[in-house]
């Protein structure tokens, strides 16, 4: 059973939430403000938690505060933010501070209930299939437990997307990947915007992992999306 933090100060809405989700088969402890919210997300419960809600309007800390110190400790907690404010900074400011979802009320909750699984689905394939919580291609290191990427032992700084988005391509390494499947994986089904993304967020991490290096990870395959491959062996 999975085990959701709801941090929503709103008694209704939460009451409401949490029968919904326990019928749809979670475990859901409430916090009803920012300062009580962030100690129960970083107090390391057993079980761990799997998700996070996350409302932006919270008294004491606000929503955007308490992510943002979430964020200093576990890179890798799906937290989706709940907000009465959809504008783009808003949505921008989240997403920047590490959210990986946002959800404008009022909302219908079978929406919620399905970024949720597809949050959750993104999780598992980011992590259980991996034996190992060290990922090496080439000369680049990446560490699933501390979202903590090195190339020639130079640590690199990724946002959430960036690192999902090279993990999805390294476990494909040597597919070529079409910008519809990284969408579908990293973004999620759900993604209204415009596959341009792909290309922007390409771009990103060609400057962040290959610029100044010797060998080039990230390949354009044109026409039809993008694949990284390992420097071939040179001839024995």
Known sequence: MSRILLIEDEERIARVLQLELEHDGYEVVIAGGGRSGLELALSNPDPEWDLIVLDIMLPELSGLEVLRRIRQTDTIIPIILLTARDTVPDRVSGLDQGANDYITKPFAIEELLARIRNLLRQKDK??????????????????????????????????????????????????????????????????????????????YLRQKIDKGFSSKLIHTIRGVGYMVREKPEPPS
Do not use: A, C
């Open 126 to 203: 980011l992590v259980k299939p991996q034996t190992s919580h060290v990922i090496e291609i080439d000369d680049l290191r990446m560490d699933l437990k501390s979202r903590e990427v090195r190339r020639e032992e130079k640590m690199i700084e990724l946002t959430p997307t960036e690192f999902d988005l090279l993990l999805f391509l390294i476990r494909h390494k040597d597919e070529v990947m079409s910008r519809e499947q990284i969408i579908s994986e990293v973004w999620g089904y759900n993604f209204m915007g415009d596959t341009n993304v792909v290309d922007v967020y390409i771009r």
